[in-house]
């Protein structure tokens, strides 16, 4: 199938170059027609479905997601989102005045707060390792996060892909050196499923999150925790609900905890099952295949629009997966902040119907955008979007639709 076929799949705008399937990710139509069967049964008969035969339909769910990810089922959870599970994990330690939380200034900001208040509240101490962007080799993320470990660091949050700057970071390797330096490792991979190839078993971190909204296009809400068993015993969810004192045969205490958290629509958690058989059903060669040519889509698009814009790429190629954080022409740089999204990021919508979204990163700031890769993009998006960057910083605006 051509990208024009494949976005036929999705309920996207047919007047929007969609660019930013990494922030909310899309879910498609077949996904999104389950989830409607799903809550009309729920509807229909509350009681039935979300008491009663609620993990009769959790479980082939969390089944199909543990083969996905290379895990045990036992050791899996989900949650709504990556923050969601970052909360429960930090609030559950129990950290003393003067103890350490180890991140990266290339964090995710919510979870960054998150961080930031657990320390606050006891009085330990926040570090941020400074990973540079631009950035030459994979080494440099290692080299910054290992040169801030001391004897007083507990934990570190690791990116798998960093959110703004579209980096994967080499997470087996650092979470290796740092099990060797005794730091437990909570590594954020939020974008990482569907994008990378998991096997959690073997990675071995404590803790892993990722969402399932974005590169698996589950619907919203859906996302998970994995927990390595012996971490699991203090692990409390960031909602405490019945699980705490109703265990279920044939379930683990943490699993209790974490599958009931009050009234929600669980439909999602009940779709990522579904999601995963059916992307992983649209090109022969599978997931490996879809992962393959959205990592190469997001190569060339990033070749292009370097050379178009005449600017450098911030890094290697080996450090992409389907997303690419590209600096803006000078043109643009060093123009204040003005509020929740930059002008020119709202001009590229209202002008040009373009959705990609705009960063500043690092310490001078540098302003950079970021273009995501997915089946239902083409080459033809990307030069759009490059075209009309540089409509944007010439003196005026022509039409180049």
């Known amino acids: 199938m051509t990208p024009e076929?494949?976005?036929?799949?999705?309920?996207?705008?047919?007047q929007t170059v969609f660019l930013n399937h990494g922030s909310f990710g899309a879910c498609p139509h077949p996904i999104l027609a389950r989830q409607n069967e799903l809550r009309a049964e729920m509807e229909s008969e509350p009681v039935q479905f979300l008491w009663r035969r609620f993990e009769e339909r959790l479980e082939p769910s969390r089944a199909e997601l543990a083969r996905f990810l290379k895990a045990r089922p036992r050791d899996l959870v989900f949650v709504t989102n990556a923050t969601t599970a970052v909360n429960a994990v930090v609030r559950s330690l129990k950290l003393r005045r003067g103890d350490e939380l180890l991140t990266t200034n290339q964090d995710y900001n919510a979870c960054h707060n998150v961080l930031a208040e657990g320390v606050r509240r006891v009085g330990a101490r926040l570090v941020v390792a400074q990973v540079p962007f631009p950035i030459r080799h994979p080494d440099q993320v290692c080299e910054a996060v290992l040169n801030a470990v001391t004897s007083r660091t507990r934990l570190a949050m690791i990116d798998h892909v960093t959110s703004g700057t579209a980096l994967v970071f080499p997470v087996r390797k650092m979470v290796q050196e740092l099990q060797c330096r005794g730091v437990d490792t909570l590594v954020d991979g939020a974008h990482a499923p569907g994008m990378l190839p998991l096997a959690l078993?073997?990675?071995?971190?404590?803790?892993?999150?990722?969402?399932?909204?974005?590169?698996?296009?589950?619907?919203?809400?859906?996302?998970?925790?994995?927990?390595?068993?012996?971490m699991q015993s203090d692990l409390q969810p960031a909602v405490i609900s019945h699980g705490n004192n109703t265990p279920r045969p044939g379930y683990s205490s943490f699993q209790d905890r974490f599958d009931w958290a009050g009234?929600?629509?669980?439909?999602?958690?009940?779709?990522?099952?579904?999601?995963?058989?059916?992307?992983?059903?649209?090109?022969?060669?599978?997931?490996?295949e879809l992962r393959r040519r959205n990592h190469q889509l997001a190569v060339a698009a990033r070749r292009l629009l370097c050379r178009h814009i005449e600017v450098e790429p911030p890094c290697p190629e080996s450090m992409l997966g389907s997303m690419?954080?590209?600096?803006?022409?000078?043109?643009?740089?060093?123009?204040?902040?003005?509020?929740?999204?930059?002008?020119?990021?709202?001009?590229?919508?209202d002008l040009f119907h373009i959705e990609v979204p705009f960063f500043r990163v690092g310490n001078p700031e540098l302003r950079c955008f970021r273009a995501s890769a997915h089946l239902y993009n083409s080459l033809e998006d990307y030069r759009r979007l490059?075209?009309?960057?540089?409509?944007?910083?010439?003196?005026?605006?022509?039409?180049?639709?």
Not at 5 to 14: D, E, G, K, T, V
Not at 265 to 285: E, H, K, N, Q, S
Request: charged share 20%; proline share 6%; glycine share 10%.
């Open 5 to 14: 076929r494949f976005r036929s799949c999705w309920a996207l705008s047919a």
């Open 263 to 288: 009234t929600f629509d669980p439909t999602a958690w009940f779709c990522v099952g579904d999601a995963i058989r059916w992307l992983g059903g649209v090109l022969p060669g599978g997931w490996s």
């Open 386 to 401: 490059a075209k009309s960057l540089v409509a944007l910083s010439a003196a005026g605006q022509p039409d180049i639709a």
């Open 324 to 349: 690419a954080t590209i600096p803006l022409p000078h043109r643009f740089q060093g123009a204040p902040r003005n509020g929740k999204i930059d002008e020119e990021q709202l001009r590229l919508y």
């Open 201 to 230: 078993n073997s990675l071995q971190a404590a803790f892993y999150t990722g969402n399932l909204h974005k590169w698996v296009c589950a619907p919203k809400g859906a996302a998970f925790l994995w927990v390595r068993e012996d």
